[in-house]
Every structure is written in structure tokens, then in C-alpha cells.
């Protein structure tokens, strides 16, 4: 394991020392009852500020401990939010035996391609192999009452909480276009080390290395997991959060116009105008951190910020049609996964697509 | 009953454990404490897992000391479902099938409680399959006569007939929750009538909390 470079140190660093700032305020506004500020909103800011230290650390894991717990962690994440989702959802009995297939043979086998880096597999199985199946089991178990409905309700939960999400952590297992024409992975440079030292200097067959590799130290510090990846994933993490937050902001100091006043009167145009804007500031000015150059990191930022917000406006219908405020007030004493990662299952394969595709042929 | 063993001991906690994390039980206490002191935890039946799942939501020390009350019918079919319910639970097997007169149901709890244990009970006495909330049957009403010292909780579970519904066997991960309510005894000069009518009440009660 080789020391971290210095743009990861800087970047997981930053926001470490961010979140115990804002920590501190979060348990200094909750001290001071004199402030006369709204307890509840206290009280969700406090929440808040939980989850982004379990999400931090969560990620950490990812420069760490390597892809497979990575990869596990946001399953486990996956799993807790369908388990809201569908406990939220009102289905019947015939559609146990589906919701068993759901929960214990989708959702791993989705997590196992995306830790196995099966694209052709983790790309179709839930879109089209869920899809399918659970249309036929359902009818199979005979109940047709609101049986288009149940079918739907499941798939969307399915599609939200598992299929999306899980392009985030496979961000760690796709390898850029970039990195394969110009910076070697460390598996690569590492052999191209140890073919460079079994021939002696001089010799014609090592003249076709490429320059780049005269750069000794290797870029990962984990051998499966691509650093540059994992910062990819950290900084997508950071800016969907922020966005969030930015866009609560706004829309707290500007909001005049709701998107959709009976879905949630306190999603407005300026908060997500605003929230989409700056979190794309902010992102342009951390693009030392990403393989992708200023201008190409803020339309990626835009875009992922945008459907994430918008993301967010889809959850607030579902938790409206079914009469409650939260997931996690469903049922009481369980915290809502979903309501904390909703802009991330949204936003997710649209960053995973814009990087896959369209920017990553586009490297300097 | 002996003491359980090391094995016994952690067999239990490990079952309580994975109760927990497959039904995401939370347990609530609304103006009611968990407490070893004697008592009947009386709740709404909708699923198989019901008996497993209350007594995983109690404390350890509350859970060795509280012992379901269960259908001989069922526990008693297989190896794996008869150790548990004798030696993990500890259950008290009840024959639904041939109740004798001179071994009433009501008069082995109390025999088998003694001034120790606690029990778990269903008062619907069979599972429900709707929403509705069956009328309880009067085996509450008799221990609660003959034992005006016991504490009777009521418990309300809830959403865990959609984690492991009547005739499945594969139980689904959804959550569900158990709320304990304000214990109660018998009042002076109530009648059974009244008495179980006020026991439902207090379990739906918990329903809306």
C-alpha cells in the first residue's frame, strides 16, 4: 500500500474537516434553545449532518478497504431503502412470493455483477430480467386485483432503489477511456516495471513503452481499486449532498415559486435553480480532483445535480400519494435511508452514462 | 425448568438477533417499561412469526424470564421447531386440539409460571387474516381473575402479517414494529364481557399510536 495522492488527501481531507465545522455548529445550534430557531428543523439538520458522516465514511471505504466492500456497502444500503420503499407500498398477498425474488435474488445478484464488473449483465438484469419475471410471478400467483399497479409499484421500487444506485459504486469498477490510452493502471505499470528491469537498458523491444510510464510511483493504493476512480465517486457523492443542502438554502432565502406546490410547497424554482448552480461552482472548482477538465466537470455537475433534485420531487409524490412525510416516519424508530439518498439513486447512472460515454472520450 | 446453557444462551440471542434484523422490528414502550417483574403480554396474531418476534423485542434478561404461549399442533411438527419451542423459548405447548376440563389452559399457564416467569399470549387464539381485530377468547380473563397480582401488557404488531404471511414459509424483509402499551388488570366487579372488550381496545389503541 502506497501513500494516497495528494489531490485525494486534499479532497477527502477538505471535506472531513468541512463536516466537523458543520458538526459543530449542528451541536451548538442544538444547545442553544435561546436562539429561538424551529426544533424540528434542528432536529433534521442534525440528522442530516449524521448521515453525511456515515456516507463519508462509507466512501472512505472505497480508497480503502478496496471495491468489494464498497460495493457491499451501498447493497446494504440498496436493500434498506426497498426495504422502506416496499414496506411503504401497500402489496398483497400474492405478491409475497415476487417480493422474496426481490429482495433475496435481484438485488444481490445486481450488486454481484456490478462487484464482478458484468456490464452486459448488471446493464440489463432488473430493466428487462426483473421486469419480466415479476410480471409473470405476480400474474402466477393469481390475484389480478390492481394488478397492473402492484407490478409497477414493485418495479419502480426495484428500478429507484437497487438498479440506480447501483451505478454509483459502479463507478469503482469501470475503467475509464483515458486510462487505458494514456495513464496506465498500477497492474500495468507495475509490469511494464518489471519488463523494463529483466531487460537491460538499451534493448529495442522496450522502446515501445509510452513516456508516461516513467512515472514511478503507482496511482492506486489498493491494487483493484483505481484511486482516480474512487475519487470519482467520492466527488460525485459530494456534489449531489451538496446540491441538496445548497438547494434547501436557496430556496429558504429566494423561494417564491414552487415546482410542484402540491407535492412539496418548499421545492421551489430558485432553490433549485440555485441549488443546481452553485453546487456546479463549486464542482468546477474542484475539478483538480477529477480526470475531466473545468468546463466538462460543471456540465457534468449540472446535469447530475439537476436529475438529483428532480429526483428528490419524484419521492415527495410517492410519500404524498401515500399520506406520510417521511420514510422513516412510517414506521416509528426507523431513520429514512431513502429520503437521505433519493437525489443519489436519481442522479447516479446519469453520471455514470456522462462519464461512461460522452465525456470519457473526450479526455485531455 | 433448568437454568438454559452456555449453548442454549447463545442460540437464543442469536435467534432474537436474526427476528430483529429479519422483520426490522422496532419495539416502542409507550408509557410502559421493560421490567422482569410477572406479567402477560397479550397481542394481536397475524403471522407465525408473531410469538418469535415479541419475544425478541424484550431485553435479555426480561426475554429468559417470559415464555410463549403456543399451539401444540404446530410447535411440536418437526425436530428443529420442537428443540426451539422447548429448550430455546422455553414455549408453553398448549393441545387446541383436546382441552380436558380437569387440565383447563388457563390452569397449566399459572402452574408453569409460578412467581417467576412471564407469559406471551394471543388472545385471538387463532391468526387473523384481515385487518380486523378477532374478539379475544376468555383465557385472559381467567388468568387475570385468578392472578389479579400479574401486570397484562398489551403489545400491538404491526405490518409483520406482510413479512411472513399465513401459509408462507419464506418470510421477506419488510418492517415492522411492536408497540407496548400501559399495563392493566382486572377492575373491581367488571365483568368478562367488559373486561375483554377493554383488552381489545388497548391493543388497538396501540395500533393508531
Known amino acids: 500500500m502506497s501513500t494516497p495522492e495528494a489531490e485525494t488527501l486534499w479532497l477527502v481531507g477538505g471535506v472531513i474537516v468541512l463536516l466537523g465545522l458543520v458538526t459543530l455548529v449542528s451541536v451548538y445550534v442544538k444547545r442553544r434553545r435561546d436562539l429561538a430557531l424551529d426544533p424540528a428543523a434542528v432536529a433534521q439538520f442534525h440528522r442530516r449532518v449524521v448521515v453525511w458522516w456515515i456516507l463519508c465514511l462509507l466512501l472512505a471505504t472505497a480508497f480503502v478497504l478496496g471495491r468489494y466492500w464498497t460495493v457491499g456497502l451501498f447493497g446494504l444500503m440498496s436493500l434498506r431503502a426497498l426495504q422502506e420503499y416496499i414496506t411503504l407500498t401497500p402489496t398483497r398477498r400474492g405478491d409475497h412470493r415476487a417480493l422474496f425474488w426481490v429482495f433475496f435474488v435481484f438485488t444481490p445478484a445486481q450488486y454481484v455483477a456490478v462487484a464482478l464488473d458484468r456490464y452486459e449483465l448488471y446493464s440489463i438484469l432488473i430493466p428487462v430480467g426483473a421486469f419480466l419475471f415479476l410480471a409473470i410471478r405476480i400474474a402466477m400467483a393469481g390475484d389480478y386485483k390492481n394488478y397492473l399497479e402492484r407490478v409497477a409499484k414493485i418495479q419502480v421500487g426495484l428500478m429507484i432503489c437497487v438498479y440506480c444506485l447501483s451505478f454509483a459504486p459502479a463507478l469503482l469498477t469501470r475503467r475509464l477511456p483515458s486510462q487505458v490510452e494514456q495513464s496506465p493502471s498500477s497492474a500495468a505499470l507495475a509490469r511494464q516495471e518489471a519488463v523494463q528491469a529483466q531487460q537491460p537498458p538499451g534493448d529495442p523491444s522496450a522502446s515501445d513503452v509510452p513516456p508516461t510510464v516513467t512515472r514511478t510511483a503507482p496511482t492506486a493504493i489498493w491494487p483493484e481499486v483505481h484511486e482516480e476512480r474512487a475519487r470519482l465517486l467520492f466527488f460525485f457523492v459530494l456534489i449531489v449532498q451538496l446540491a441538496d443542502v445548497l438547494q434547501y438554502a436557496w430556496g429558504r432565502l429566494l423561494g417564491q415559486r414552487p415546482i410542484a406546490v402540491d407535492v412539496s410547497p418548499s421545492r421551489t424554482w430558485e432553490g433549485f435553480l440555485g441549488g443546481v448552480a452553485s453546487a456546479t461552482v463549486v464542482a468546477a472548482l474542484l475539478s483538480w480532483s477529477v480526470p475531466f477538465p473545468v468546463w466538462q466537470t460543471a456540465t457534468l455537475a449540472a446535469a447530475t445535480t439537476a436529475v438529483g433534485l428532480a429526483g428528490g420531487l419524484v419521492t415527495s409524490s410517492v410519500k404524498r400519494d401515500r399520506g406520510v412525510e417521511d420514510y422513516g416516519t412510517l414506521i416509528t424508530g426507523h431513520g429514512g435511508i431513502l429520503d437521505r439518498i433519493d437525489s443519489l439513486c436519481f442522479a447516479a447512472p446519469v453520471f455514470f452514462f456522462l462519464v461512461q460515454g460522452a465525456f470519457g472520450n473526450w479526455v485531455h | ?209
Open chain 2, 1 to 209: 425448568m433448568a437454568e438454559p446453557t452456555w449453548a442454549q444462551r447463545a442460540i437464543a440471542s442469536l435467534l432474537a438477533f436474526t427476528a430483529r434484523v429479519i422483520s426490522g422490528a422496532s419495539a416502542r414502550w409507550v408509557d410502559c417499561q421493560p421490567d422482569t417483574c410477572q406479567r402477560v403480554y397479550f397481542a394481536n396474531h397475524t403471522s407465525h412469526l408473531d410469538a418469535l418476534v415479541l419475544w425478541s423485542a424484550l431485553p435479555a434478561e426480561v426475554r429468559r424470564l417470559t415464555r410463549p404461549v403456543a399451539a401444540r399442533d404446530y410447535w411440536e411438527r418437526g425436530w428443529v421447531r420442537r428443540y426451539l419451542a422447548n429448550r430455546i423459548f422455553h414455549a408453553l405447548l398448549i393441545d387446541r386440539r383436546n382441552i380436558k376440563v380437569h387440565r383447563s389452559p388457563v390452569d397449566e399457564m399459572l402452574r408453569t409460571i409460578g412467581d417467576r416467569y412471564s407469559l406471551i399470549v394471543f388472545p385471538e387464539g387463532h391468526r387473523n387474516t384481515g385487518e380486523e381485530l378477532a374478539p379475544f377468547k376468555s383465557g385472559l380473563y381467567y388468568l387475570a381473575k385468578k392472578r389479579p397480582d400479574l401486570e397484562l401488557v398489551p403489545a400491538y404488531i404491526d405490518n409483520l402479517n406482510r413479512v411472513l404471511p399465513r401459509g408462507e414459509f419464506l418470510p421477506v424483509p419488510l418492517l415492522s414494529c411492536i408497540t407496548f402499551g400501559p399495563p392493566m388488570w382486572l377492575e373491581h366487579g367488571e365483568t368478562k364481557t367488559e373486561f375483554l372488550q377493554r383488552a381489545r381496545d388497548a391493543v388497538l389503541r396501540l395500533k393508531n399510536l
